[in-house]
């Protein structure tokens, strides 16, 4: 939905629960609409100690808020500090993961309409899904359509959400907006960004060398992320020199090792932990992997794609959309023999590899572009405003 480009002079608040999602998605934000002449803050828990953060927005704001939506001492003491942080006076709060996105519109909600600032909130993947639990998914749904009352506008990443969104009336018609995820600078996701030699570097550190098959996994070690489902294809390959690394913390991790050892993987099997630079490794990569239970727009996959490697994904929500028919070969959620297969595949033939490299790169460069995505971004903004005041006035 578009609106009117943006003035200056304004103020602008993002909002999440940990300083991790402000670092990670929103400093081309802060640093586009600072250049404008606006004023920038953010609010998240830990933010206040990151260096990188105080650098990057005018002012940030400690938030005490906790990620386990059974906290509610956490909640109240999140509702405390967020109002403060709303004195403040922003213009507009946009705010992004699901905790954080509720507190905050549920305090400003009890702002004085006159003085109230547009809610605008990102969702990275509603938590109530088509594959999901019925009992789990009602209490999601129910806070997502109480919330709604209190959003100027709602941000959706992919066609499922969007469908959703409008099925369950989740906001007004005229409040929804359908955006190409958060964005991805192409410019740096590129291979002609990258030192020539870095890949075949990252392959030796790895321990294999320039022919050899690799796959690679990239995300956080959850059960969620169903990396288990990467290892156990593996160990179903055909191609038996074939090697994966999983790139990424998480509390998995010491029973996915269980499991590579049990299945005997572990000269196949690497794990990285947190790498500051991941184009190396994923650029090295025959493919990348996604086998994911639930994901909003994988911002792993517009990475590989950007840097011309193809994807093989879960039927998850947003993996489609982002894949295409071109871009790397979608593969039924747990399906672990179809992932083999499909590993197997593209080994078999790199000449169709290569191809939906550069098909990718070029579908991330038309519609996922973090440039397109700050255009839209600043539409949007300038309709909310222009849409403060006539609720002012």
């Known amino acids: 939905m578009a609106g009117t480009p943006v003035p200056s002079g304004f103020s602008l608040l993002y909002v999440a629960t940990v300083s991790w999602t402000v670092l990670s998605f929103l400093l081309p934000y802060a640093a586009h609409f600072r250049a ?5 803050d953010a609010a998240a828990s830990g933010a206040s100690s990151n260096a990188a953060l105080r650098d990057a927005f005018d002012h940030v704001y400690e938030l005490p808020l906790s990620r386990s939506i059974l906290d509610v001492d956490g909640f109240v003491r999140g509702e405390r500090a967020i109002s403060k942080v709303l004195a403040s006076g922003p213009d507009i709060v946009h705010v992004h993961t699901p905790i954080a996105s509720f507190i905050t519109r549920f305090a400003a909600a009890r702002i004085p309409a006159g003085r109230r600032p547009m809610l605008a909130y990102t969702a990275h993947g509603f938590h109530f899904h088509r594959d ?34 409008q099925r ?15 964005g991805i600078d192409t410019d740096v996701f590129s291979r002609s960004s990258i030192r020539p030699d870095a890949f075949a570097s990252a392959r030796r550190e790895l321990g294999m060398g320039p022919d050899t098959p690799l796959f690679v996994v990239v995300g956080e070690l959850n059960r969620n992320k169903r990396s288990d489902d990467a290892i156990e294809a593996l160990a179903l390959m055909r191609h038996t020199e074939a090697r994966l690394v999983l790139v990424g913390p998480g509390r998995e991790q010491a029973r996915l090792e269980e499991l590579v050892v049990r299945r005997g993987l572990r000269d196949r099997v690497r794990f990285t932990g947190l790498v500051n630079d991941v184009r190396p490794v994923v650029g090295s990569a025959t493919a990348l992997v996604l086998p994911s239970k639930r994901e909003g727009l994988a911002r792993s996959i517009m990475e590989a794609l950007a840097l011309e490697v193809p994807v093989i994904a879960s039927t998850a929500r947003g993996n489609r959309e982002l894949v295409g028919d071109d871009g790397g070969l979608i593969v039924p959620t747990g399906d672990v023999r179809r992932f083999a297969a499909a590993m197997d595949s593209l080994v078999d033939h790199p000449a169709e590899r290569l191809e939906m490299g550069r098909c990718g790169r070029l579908r991330m460069v038309e519609q996922y572009d973090l440039r397109n995505l700050l255009r839209l971004h600043e539409e949007m903004y300038g309709g909310m405003l222009a849409a403060r005041s006539k609720r002012v006035t």
Do not use: K, Q, S
């Not at 404008?36 to 920038?40: A, C, D, Q, S, Y």
């Not at 789990?136 to 969007?162: C, K, M, Q």
């Open 36 to 40: 404008l002449g606006w004023r920038v």
């Open 132 to 165: 999901g639990n019925p009992v789990t998914n009602a209490p999601f749904l129910t806070a997502e359509r109480l919330a709604g009352r209190w959003t100027d506008r709602l941000i959706v990443i992919n066609d499922e959400d969007y469908e959703a969104a």
């Open 168 to 182: 369950h009336r989740i906001v007004a018609p005229g409040h929804l907006v359908r955006m190409p995820g958060i």
